[in-house]
T-cell receptor, first 113, second 118 residues
Framework: GEDVEQSLFLSVREGDSSVINCTYT??????LYWYKQEPGAGLQLLTY?????DMKQDQRLTVLLNKKDKHLSLRIADTQTGDSAIYFC?????????????FGKGTKLSVKP | GAVVSQHPSWVICKSGTSVKIECRSL??????MFWYRQFPKQSLMLMAT?????????EQGVEKDKFLINHASLTLSTLTVTSAHPEDSSFYIC??????????????FGPGTRLTVL
């Protein structure tokens, strides 16, 4: 079955870059996503990448996808204290509104001033 | 952007009672709504998928008679936890996708409902 793995914790200093990694097992995924969850809140879509792309950059966020190794990463440049949250990697397999998301367990990012 | 609300944001109930959680899409038509359950320090687990006007599709292991889902309109889905027990205590999150469907299958998430069963 599908499985998405992430490291559970990451701690960085304010101003440094953060890199959050994710591995997945099913190569038939169509889209891969990064979501951010702040304490007690729902999930906010940060960015996504189509499975035929290698890289996507959106302001401070850079997503790298290595399909051969089934590895996805999210780099946050100039990390701020407001970036402290849990980051979930997710993949989807189907088109249309029936899309089913498989989530990793989430990486808790702590940013120290 | 698309906004999804949930009500209530938190609820405490006695064991054996039923609790209803509402999920609303505020500015778009949600043809499909999803209900997730999240345990502390765990990932989101999909419970069921519902399309407006039809029965929900439950994931394996989710009791459909315990977790009643109704998606009666394009802006509202409800999850009723019947005869709740302490093991049902969790964070319940809904999401919605709709029209026009985004090219990347985006689901818009509600803020979640914290259920505590005493």
């Amino acid at each position: 079955g599908e499985d998405v793995e992430q490291s559970l914790f990451l701690s960085v200093r304010e101003g440094d870059s953060s890199v959050i990694n994710c591995t997945y097992t099913d190569s038939s995924s169509t889209y891969l996503y990064w979501y951010k969850q702040e304490p007690g809140a729902g999930l906010q879509l940060l960015t996504y990448i189509f499975s035929n792309m290698d890289m996507k950059q959106d302001q401070r966020l850079t997503v790298l996808l290595n399909k051969k190794d089934k590895h996805l990463s999210l780099r946050i440049a100039d990390t701020q204290t407001g970036d402290s949250a849990i980051y979930f990697c997710a993949e989807s397999f189907y088109g249309g509104s029936q899309g089913n998301l498989i989530f990793g367990k989430g990486t808790k990012l702590s940013v120290k001033p | 952007g698309a906004v999804v609300s949930q009500h209530p944001s938190w609820v405490i109930c006695k064991s054996g009672t039923s609790v209803k959680i509402e999920c609303r899409s505020l500015d778009f038509q949600a043809t499909t709504m999803f209900w997730y359950r999240q345990f502390p320090k765990q990932s989101l687990m999909l419970m069921a998928t519902s399309n407006e006007g039809s029965k929900a599709t439950y994931e394996q292991g989710v009791e459909k008679d315990k977790f009643l889902i109704n998606h009666a309109s394009l802006t509202l889905s409800t999850l009723t936890v019947t005869s709740a027990h302490p093991e049902d205590s969790s964070f319940y999150i809904c999401s919605a996708s709709g029209t026009p469907q985004s090219s990347y299958n985006e689901q818009f998430f509600g803020p979640g409902t914290r259920l505590t069963v005493l």
